[in-house]
């Protein structure tokens, strides 16, 4: 009876182990099939981010600005031009010019007078400021663009030329313009036709001039010194995708972006402050398949000096399975003195889901 108890506690025993051997095979089977039905869990358990690189640009030595407290100029008026150079290298010349293409025509002074200049000329300039006077007999007002140089520095600006003396005039059954310069000669004339009944009146005539609207040039950005507590300013350039190229991960711009690719997007941070910013982070929320709102946090990062600017290049893979999807870049100081609306921006990309 004692001999029979043993073996069925030995059959037991075999049993139990076989039992939980299946158990924890069919545990890891279940595992298994879990993972390949939900691939995405695992990956947007750790981070979705699969890159990030960043390129320091420092704060500019040296800057040339134009400085002007009128942008519209009366024609016949002297008027002084000046700029700013900031930096350590003080130029000790200058060339100014105007751009072709207007009816205007400047006259600047030297020692010895006025003279014509003709546009498109460069004018060699010793001071940081020259004195103009504008002529333009053709239009009530005119843009002209001036240009000043020093080495590889540049700036540019658009001004307007005004003549008060042409008169904007109605034309009948029409809905544009016309100028006209009034005479003291057509005015004798007429005069003289209202007082003689015999004689013809003379009748009026204007020449209409076609009415265009000017869009002004874009005037190119010198980045100046800037002053004040700091102001660190987040700019999304591109999105796109990173691909590998001969050995290195490359950025191209692409629209729409292939689901199946890795995802990227390009911004730059500025201190557009005087101060030294501090260290810092930024957070990017990600349009990622299977955690929509998913977020990647950086780690802190180097304070920005006054001036200096950090490019970013940001991948990330598993992206969302739609049409669109939205990319949201937060700038977050640790001082938390820099509460300015810049410190966010946001992008919108189109998503190819049938790769």
């Not at 040296?62 to 009366?74: C, D, P, W």
């Not at 950005?221 to 190229?245: N, R």
């Not at 940001?314 to 300015?340: A, C, Q, Y």
Request: proline share 5%; with cysteine; charged share 15%.
């Amino acid at each position: 009876m004692k001999k029979s108890e043993k073996v069925a506690s030995t059959i037991l025993r075999i049993l139990a182990i076989v039992g939980l051997i299946a158990i924890l095979v069919l545990a890891t089977w279940v595992v298994v099939q879990g993972s390949r039905a939900l691939p995405n869990i695992g990956q947007n358990l750790s981070a979705a981010a699969s890159s990030v690189r960043s390129i320091f640009r420092t704060a500019p030595s040296e800057s040339l600005v134009f400085e002007l407290e009128n942008r519209t100029l009366a024609v016949s008026e002297p008027f002084k031009v000046s700029w700013t150079y900031t930096g350590e290298n003080q130029p000790t010349s200058y060339t100014f010019t105007y751009e072709c293409g207007s009816n205007v025509e400047l006259n600047i002074e030297h020692e010895y007078g006025w003279d014509k200049l003709p546009c498109g000329t460069a004018q060699n300039i010793e001071k940081n400021q020259v004195s103009i006077v504008a002529t333009n007999n053709q239009t009530r007002f005119e843009d002209i663009t001036l240009t000043v140089d020093a080495g590889t520095l540049r700036d540019t600006t658009v001004v307007t030329i005004m003549n008060a003396d042409i008169a904007t005039l109605h034309v009948p059954g029409s809905t544009s313009t016309a100028t006209t310069t009034t005479t003291a000669e057509a005015s004798s004339t007429t005069s003289t036709a209202t007082k003689t009944a015999t004689t013809e009146q003379p009748k009026a005539t204007t020449k209409p001039t076609t009415v265009t609207t000017v869009t002004p040039k874009p005037t190119p950005i010198v980045v100046p010194l800037y002053s004040g507590p700091a102001d660190l300013v987040i700019e999304i350039a591109q999105t796109g995708v990173l691909a590998e190229v001969a050995g290195e991960e490359t950025f191209f711009p692409v629209s729409p972006i292939p689901s199946n690719k890795v995802a990227a997007v390009t911004f730059t941070v500025t201190n557009r402050g005087g101060l030294d910013s501090g260290s810092w982070i930024f957070k990017a929320e990600l349009p990622t398949e299977g955690d929509r709102n998913y977020s990647y946090t950086s780690p802190v990062q180097t304070s920005l000096s006054s001036g200096m600017q950090v490019e970013y290049t940001l991948g990330f893979d598993e992206i969302v399975e739609s049409s669109k999807g939205t990319i949201k870049i937060t700038i977050l100081p640790t001082n938390n003195t820099d509460k300015k609306t810049n410190n966010i921006d946001s992008v919108t990309i189109n998503i190819d889901d049938r790769s």
